[in-house]
């Protein structure tokens, strides 16, 4: 259970958004594999493999192929923000949310990215006003 309404809210707005930018894909229970031969094959290679993954509902496969893309081509912003989405839809959230901020240096204004940085916000000062409680309870 979510504590915070402010929290759930934004948790169900991100769940939303995830649903409307990748049909079908929340409803895929991906389990992370290992992909053999991912560092032989070329940016494109990993694109098209990625976009492949997304038609077959695979989210590991896309988040995987996606993230070897962006390795080959840091800079494109299109591919930063598609990788965004496939690691999120893969449940990846640590990497999600340092893949969100970059979202944001590049477009301040994109709502998915901004969702994720507020709900992570909201997470950390959860965790610190639990702390604090711990620490006047001892």
């Not at 976009?51 to 509902?57: I, K, M, P, W």
């Not at 299109?78 to 969100?100: H, P, Q, Y």
Request: charged share 25%.
């Amino acid at each position: 259970m979510i504590p915070s309404p402010l929290l759930r809210r934004a948790v169900v707005a991100a769940l939303a958004a995830l649903a409307i930018t990748w049909p079908g894909m929340l409803s895929t229970r991906a389990q992370a594999q290992p992909r053999e031969g991912l560092s032989r094959t070329s940016p494109s290679g990993s694109y098209l493999a990625a976009r492949h993954a997304v038609g077959q509902r695979d989210v590991a496969a896309a988040a995987s192929y996606y993230r070897a893309a962006l390795r080959s081509d840091p800079g494109n912003n299109e591919l930063l923000g598609r990788t965004f989405l496939a690691v999120l839809a893969n449940g990846e959230v640590d990497e999600g949310v340092k893949l969100a901020e970059r979202v944001l240096q590049v477009d301040k204004n994109d709502s998915i990215a901004r969702l994720v940085r507020e709900c992570e916000d909201e997470v950390a000062e959860q965790r610190a006003s639990q702390i604090d409680v711990a620490v006047a309870r001892a």
